[in-house]
Each structure stands twice: as C-alpha cells, then as structure tokens.
C-alpha cells in the first residue's frame, strides 16, 4: 500500500511545482531585500500539498483516457495506480480531498504570518483551476484550454503565492519577468501532452496536439520556449560571468536539442523521441525558472 500511494505521488512532477515557488520567493527578496526560511519550509509543504492534490485528483479524473493509454511516458499518462489496480478510486478521491484541505489550512497560515489573505485567495484559486482543468461541469482539458489552465496555474498562481506569502503586495510585482516566463510555462505544458495524443483522441480531450497535430503542436511548443529565451535575454543583456556563461551555454544546448529532436528525428508517441522531447520540455522549461530565481535576482 505504501509502495502504491508513493507511486501515485509521481514525486519527480515536483519539477512542476518546487520552481514557480522558488521565483516567487526570489522576485520577493530581489524587490525587499527580504527572507524568511520559516516561510519557505511552509511553502516547500505547501507544495507538496498541491502537488499530491493535482497528481490524485489527475488519476482519478482521468482514468479512463488512462485506461486508453498505450503511449504513455514516465513523465506524462498519469501514475498508473488506477489502471493498473494498486489504489482504487474511492481512496485516491479521499486523498486528493485530504490534500486539497491541507494545502488550504497552510495557506491560511501563511496569510495570518504575511498579514495578506492572497496567499490563501490563491491558494483556493489553484484549487478550483484544478477542478476546472479535470472534473464536470467544467473539464476545460476536454475543451482545448487544459494546457493554458496549466500555465495559468503553474506560471501565475503559485509565484503569487510565494510572492505574497514572503509578505510581497501586488504593487511591488515584477510582471515583466513572470510574463516573460509564460511561454515557456506553457510550452512545457504542451510538451508533456505530446505522448498522450492517441488517447487523448479516443476520449475526446482536445490538446494542442489533438487539434493541430503532432508535428505543428511540437512546432509551436518550440516557438514559444524561444519567446521566451528572448525575453529573457533581452532583460538579462550580454554580460559575460560564469553564472551567464552555464546560463547562455544550457539555453543553447536545449536550443539545439529541441530543435534536432523536432525537425530531425521521427518524434512521435511511443517512440523514444518522444520521450526525449518530453523530457527536455520539461527540463527546459524547469531551468530557465530556477535559473532565472538563482542566478540574476
């Protein structure tokens, strides 16, 4: 049972969650010159709340397109505790309830240590994204807008958090840099819908790669990470130092990976181009925030 229960975690998705955290926090300390570790440790569970409650609540709702899924990846196609009978639905649905409660009790929290009630506001809007993205009436992954609520959550909601739970006000926000790092949230998120598209047909889920196809959808995903290199750059300009050299020099390799893996390698679900592409989707996407929280704010 414990064996299950860490596998339906999906524990590595934390890459999702951990990074968009980190640079509300950063942006925080860059704009006030403040830091509190105690708010970090109870943002780091915080975290991780979410993350069980979107991984639990995911596996439950999706379970049958899971069941369709033949084309799965270690990063995408859900746990597999359903499908393949470790966990039954009704103690998922349990626990993506349980985590759904806790994240909001150390949201609270965090409101009554910053003296705002953003951090809780927010909280409870990650949660009802959440609903909407995977469950009736809404089921907006089913629509066409799963991968823009994935952006929206991961991209806006939980730096804001951060941001506000460091005891940050609106006013003081840096958009331009969260902004700037949409794109490549959103890229991410197209790219680990990629492998799922068989499935994702047969049940009617409409993903960029259902609606335009694989190759265009790999197209655009690629488009975007570069809209966002060249935002980032362009803030960042030419400065030659150690941290912009590994920065510069990793943009460039995952460029270049991306590009090869989508115009010159046969890159389709079950294949492992596939997987590949997926993989550095998601690590593309993971070091340009953590990069952008380390290295320059």
Known sequence: MVKAWIKASRLPAQTFIFPSLLLGQMLH???SGSFSW???SLLFFLGLTMHFYIVYANDYADYETDRFNQTFTPFTGGSRVL???DLGRASLLQGSVFMAFSTLLLAIFLSIIAGSIWPAILAV???ILLHAYSFYPVKLSYRGFGETLQMAGV????????FTAQGGVFADVPWLIILSLLPSQLAMAIGTALPDAPSDILSKKRTSAVLFGNANAQRLMVLLFGVTFTLIVWQLGV???VPSLIFYGGLALMS??????????ITVPGTPGMVALTGLSIFTNTFLVLATSLVWL
């Open 256 to 265: 270049g990976g991306l590009i090869y893996l989508t115009f010159f390698k």
């Open 83 to 85: 499908v393949e009978g």
């Open 155 to 162: 991209g806006l909601v939980l730096p804001l958090i951060a």
């Open 29 to 31: 300390r860059n704009v």
């Open 38 to 40: 105690f708010v970090f």
């Open 125 to 127: 809007i990650g949660i």
């Open 239 to 241: 400065v030659i130092t």
